[in-house]
């Protein structure tokens, strides 16, 4: 008699015959990391903090602690300026990140830098515009510049989230040039979603949500998948060593699709801060237990083809895990 129950028959039996398992060693943790020292719980993420600069690498030991590998940094600035130019400064506050961070926590700790315009530009626009019009080549060059910053001062991992043409061409040769071979690539794809939007307001100075030129013009459309694997090849033509397929839960065929397309190409998926807060909110409003659907989703996005998941909820999935 055939019976798909036997291979259920007990934990054991279920763990050896699962094709994929999700380990602490898939995920990368998310982090905050305030200039002016402030730390509090983010207001559209509750549940989530911002961080100090001293604070950072002790909760980074933790992470590695629960075997997490890799951190995707976020420095939020005191003050940003007309061009961005801030982000060039050798002393500026993401590469005291960066060296920090390098120097407690050695190596083999990989620290990922999200890279894009509106983190340093006063009007928080992820790229250069005159009269509407996006200047793609000059915003890329700018990237590529804050990209080398970034390296020198200890990042592994380039991630730039502008997602205007050319970025990954320029990042790479801008990389190469100043003698950072060994610096990979990891480029977000976006999808249009509106679960982008507690992070644009962690991530804001101002009081009022972001309007302009930011990185929706940019995004695909969420229903053409297309429009996405286009996006896809021309990243990975131009050099990128990672995707990056962002949201992860609204596009979990678009992580299997890309899994198939560039088998080799290590495929990461972003849990973001929609997707965090949709979770935080049904463990705190709905009759649903958090821990069981934070790792559903997690298991999912796995399932679909992910190699690694940034997650805000990292932390908690390794303790997780490890139990
Ligand atoms: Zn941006």
Do not use: W
Request: charged residues 25%.
């Amino acid at each position: 008699m055939r019976l798909t129950t036997r291979i259920k028959k007990s934990k054991s039996m279920i763990r050896l015959v699962r094709p994929t398992e999700l380990t602490p060693s898939d995920l990368i943790y998310s982090i905050f990391v305030r200039e002016d020292g402030r730390k509090f719980q983010i207001p559209s993420m509750k549940g989530e903090n911002y961080l100090s600069l001293t604070d950072a690498p002790k909760l980074c030991k933790k992470a590695v602690d629960l075997g997490i590998p890799a951190v995707m940094i976020f420095g939020v600035l005191k003050k940003k300026d007309a061009d961005g130019s801030i982000a060039l400064r050798k002393n500026s506050f993401h590469t005291k990140i960066f060296r920090t961070l390098k120097k407690e926590l050695g190596d083999d700790f990989v620290l990922i830098s999200n890279v894009c315009l509106c983190d340093y530009t006063a009007e928080e626009f992820c790229v250069y515009s005159e009269k509407g019009k996006v200047l793609n080549e000059k915003t890329a060059e700018m990237l590529g510049k804050i990209a080398v910053v970034h390296a020198d001062a200890g990042a592994d991992v380039i991630a730039p989230a502008a997602m205007c043409d050319g970025q990954v061409k320029h990042i790479r040769s801008a990389l190469d040039e100043a003698g950072f071979d060994d610096v990979s690539v990891m480029s977000y794809i976006k999808t249009d979603s509106c679960l982008f939007q507690p992070f644009f307001e962690a991530m804001t100075l101002s009081k009022s949500p972001r309007q302009g030129i930011d990185s929706s013009k940019f995004r695909t459309d969420i229903i053409n998948q297309k429009m996405f694997m286009q996006k896809v090849d021309l990243d990975i033509s131009e050099g990128a060593d990672f995707i990056i397929v962002k949201p992860a839960l609204t596009n979990l065929d678009l992580i299997l699709r890309v899994k198939q397309a560039y088998p080799s190409t290590p495929l990461a998926a972003y849990q973001v801060s929609g997707e965090y807060a949709m979770i935080e909110l049904l463990g705190r409003h709905a009759h649903v237990d958090k821990k069981i659907l934070l790792m559903e989703t997690l298991s999912s996005i796995k399932r679909a083809g992910a190699d690694m998941i940034l997650s805000y909820h990292a932390m908690e999935a390794a303790r997780i895990l490890k139990k």
